[in-house]
């Protein structure tokens, strides 16, 4: 079996830790309004191949802001009436604790009483009955949560899908490595014009 083996120049090592400690500190500087252009048409196809196809179905990408964490893309499009608009406390709620645990999270039913930190039922018009969290972390520092959500009647509504938890899990690593290596390229001056 043939591997590539790639050994790190010797020459290159100083620059290392320079290079780590300025991405950290990008990443530190990171605000909500940037992420959307990080993960662009790429992260966006990766995201449309989690299975969300029924309506009840949704997938957001939430980001801390000053106040609270804010809605910054939905997989029913940039310009949903959801984008922007809504938010989730700090301090409470599923969002806030996948955040600061860093940790991903699913719940369900009356476990996650989402109308108690969030407006996204209210923006949306239909219960939430479940929720599945992940963090998106570059550079060891959690910059956003992936969501799927799904809403409908909780009486009748299915079981959170682990399945699809699962695959939405996969999306925010490759969504985090995708927005690290925009950033590592644009550090070293390498990115596409």
Same mark, same amino acid.
């Given at each position: ?55 009840? !179905?949704?997938?957001? /990408?939430? *980001?801390? +802001?000053?106040? #609270? ?10 310009? =949903? ?59 060891? !520092?959690?910059?956003? /949560?992936? *969501?799927? +959500?799904?809403? #409908? ?10 399945? =699809? ?29």
């Amino acid at each position: 079996m043939n591997r590539l083996l790639i050994i790190p120049d010797e020459k290159f090592e100083p620059l290392t830790l320079e290079l780590k400690t300025r991405l950290v500190t990008i990443a530190s500087e990171l605000r909500w309004e940037h992420l959307t252009d990080l993960f662009a048409a790429e992260g966006t196809f990766l995201l449309s191949t989690i299975h969300h196809a029924e309506n009840s !179905r949704e997938i957001q /990408i939430w *980001s801390k +802001s000053p106040t #609270g964490f804010v809605v910054i893309w939905t997989s029913k499009g940039k310009n =949903d009436v959801v984008v922007g608009t809504v938010t989730a406390e700090l301090g409470r709620g599923l969002i806030n604790q996948v955040f600061e645990s860093g940790r991903p999270e699913v719940k369900e039913g009356d476990f996650l009483n989402a109308s108690d930190w969030t407006n996204l039922e209210q923006k949306r018009g239909a219960k939430l009955c479940s929720m599945a969290a992940h963090p998106i972390t570059i550079f060891g !520092r959690c910059v956003a /949560i992936l *969501s799927l +959500s799904q809403f #409908g009647d909780t009486r009748t509504a299915e079981n959170a899908d682990y399945g =699809d938890a699962q695959s939405a899990g996969a999306a925010a690593s490759l969504l985090a490595r995708l927005i690290e290596d925009r950033l590592i390229r644009s550090c070293l001056g390498l990115a596409q014009a």
